[in-house]
């Protein structure tokens, strides 16, 4: 079993910058690609970024390219999602998943492929 834990969410203007962090512990030596997925109100779970065991290989989002980065330090067992020009529309709970993945450089963009699931952080943007 893998616990992930999300925080760093809070409110802001629109404009502003926020990073979010998800700590991963138990189960932590097996491989995993890591995502970060969001929920607005009302509104079905939608993929944002991923990012492969090994860091080297990510993946957006249309609506956030060019805005967020997400980025891990195995290390520290901790993946992290960097949010530049937040706008509005990115107000949402924030969710870190968790993959098993056997090849170091394998991402996922599907919800349902997923096996652990943090709690979620509030994100409110604004205008």
């Known amino acids: 079993q893998v616990q992930l834990v999300e925080s760093g969410g809070g409110l802001v203007q629109a404009g502003d910058s926020l990073i979010l962090s998800c700590a991963a512990s138990g189960r932590t030596s097996s491989s995993y690609a890591m995502g970060w997925f969001r929920q607005a109100p009302g509104k079905e779970r939608k993929f944002v970024a991923t990012?492969?065991?090994?860091?080297?290989?990510?993946y957006y989002a249309d609506s956030v390219k060019g805005r967020f980065t997400i980025s891990r330090d195995n290390a520290k067992n901790t993946v992290f999602l960097h949010m530049n020009s937040l706008k509005p529309e990115d107000t949402a709970v924030y969710f870190c998943?968790?993959?098993?993945?056997?090849?170091?450089?394998?991402?996922?963009?599907?919800?349902?492929?997923?096996?652990?699931w943090g709690q979620g952080t509030q994100v409110t943007v604004a205008s």
């Open positions: 998943a968790a993959k098993r993945v056997e090849q170091s450089f394998a991402t996922c963009t599907q919800e349902w492929r997923y096996d652990y």
């Open positions: 990012i492969s065991w090994s860091g080297t290989s990510t």
